[in-house]
């Protein structure tokens, strides 16, 4: 592998949960237990594309992308299942050598950010490139300058 670059990885969120962002799991897991998938969903994608500065990057998004997010809400939720990383050991991360490049939104909530900032302690070869007015779903918030951030990084190696 010559570089990688990742968006916002949410490495070990499950094991460092704020009460509030614990609240939000609870309830995207009751919904889920109760059938009512495109609920938990819709709860999971407005905590997730949540604005520090209130507000969420869903409730900007085109209404037909929105509505396709949530009649796939079958295929997000086995995702959240999958856990955060908690299977993996420093040693084990510490043997990706390569040049490793972050993608963090500007206006993501902590609980994300805080996920960054664990990865960079352990990979001293990674670098941060933060996009204004993004929160967590960069790629759709702010696409334009998601990509030119992949490109820089891929050009740079990361």
């Known amino acids: 592998m010559t570089s990688l670059i990742l968006e916002e990885p949410p490495f070990l969120m ?3 949960l704020t009460p509030d962002v614990a609240a939000v799991f609870q309830n995207v897991r009751r919904l889920a237990d109760e059938q009512r998938f495109r609920e938990a969903a819709e709860q999971f994608l407005r905590f997730a594309g949540s604005y520090r500065t209130g507000g969420t990057a869903f409730d900007k998004l085109d209404p ?3 509505e396709s997010m949530l009649e ?3 295929t997000l ?3 959240l299942q999958a856990g955060t990383g908690e299977e993996l050991t420093v040693e084990q991360l510490q043997r990706i050598t390569c040049p490793v490049r972050f993608v963090l939104g500007e206006l993501t909530p902590d609980a994300f950010v805080d996920c960054t900032e ?4 352990i990979l001293p070869q990674a670098g941060v490139t ?3 007015g993004a ?3 960069v790629h759709i918030d702010q696409p334009e300058l998601f990509v030119d951030a992949v ?3 891929v050009l740079a190696r990361a």
């Open 64 to 66: 037909t992308l929105r």
């Open 77 to 79: 939720l086995p995702e």
């Open 151 to 153: 490109r820089s990084a």
């Open 14 to 16: 499950f094991s460092n």
């Open 118 to 121: 664990r990865l960079t302690r």
């Open 135 to 137: 929160a967590h779903a």
């Open 72 to 74: 796939n809400a079958a």
């Open 130 to 132: 933060r996009i204004p």
